[in-house]
């Protein structure tokens, strides 16, 4: 009986994602598990679920529309709190001619969610030149963000980027990011960081 719940809920959590990446709505009749949808809120994907559930034909109990529309007012309100505090820090950087290049989740976010709440993100990714990073973490410092190190031994001198910076206030993580992809990797001699190679690549993006 476990292991068929387990396969009805992957089934489940399957059918979802391939619908939001061809930019289709659910089948009415596709069953959702009770469990899914705690796990479905527990895991982030409870706004991708409510999008759903608002487009399409789907017949839900009350408590569960209420919890998935909780879910996605709790996203939307911590993705512009993100929104906001990334274009801070960036004129932060560009004031110091830092210029950095959003990457990652902030930028997936912006251009390939139909909603920018819908993709959870814990912090900022940018790319720096790395003649730029020193003062760049410097003009966050002053502003107010702070250097964390954590353990385990990771050297952020050589590191695809910076040690983590957070802002104690704004509950805003930063990494500033020197290259696209750890030395290790056999491409990254491949790919050198002159953002004027990109053309059209690099896009203007609204934060504000």
Not at 89 to 116: H, Q
Request: hydrophobic content about 40%; charged content about 25%.
């Amino acid at each position: 009986m476990a292991n068929t719940k387990r396969h009805t809920q992957r089934s489940f959590f399957v059918e979802m994602l391939r619908a939001l990446g061809r930019n289709r709505l659910l089948p009415a009749e596709l069953q959702v598990p009770p469990k899914a949808i705690d796990d479905l809120t527990a895991s982030g994907l409870g706004p991708m679920f409510y999008r759903q559930l608002t487009q399409s034909n789907f017949a839900q109990r009350v408590d569960t529309q209420q919890k998935l529309q909780a879910a996605d007012m709790t996203a939307r309100v911590l993705a512009a709190e993100q929104f906001e505090n990334t274009a801070a820090a960036i004129r932060i950087l560009n004031d110091c001619d830092a210029r950095p290049v959003i990457l990652k989740g902030t930028s997936f976010a912006l251009r390939y969610y139909p909603e920018p709440h819908l993709r959870t993100m814990g912090d900022t990714d940018l790319l720096v030149r790395p003649e730029a990073i020193e003062k760049a973490e410097a003009a966050l410092l002053h502003h107010g963000y702070r250097k964390y190190q954590p353990t385990g031994g990771v050297d952020y001198a050589t590191h695809i980027h910076s040690a983590p910076l957070y802002h104690p206030d704004r509950k805003h993580w930063i990494e500033l990011h020197r290259a696209l992809m750890p030395v290790r990797f056999p491409t990254s001699a491949e790919v050198p960081l002159n953002l004027s190679n990109y053309g059209e690549l690099l896009q203007p993006t609204e934060l504000d």
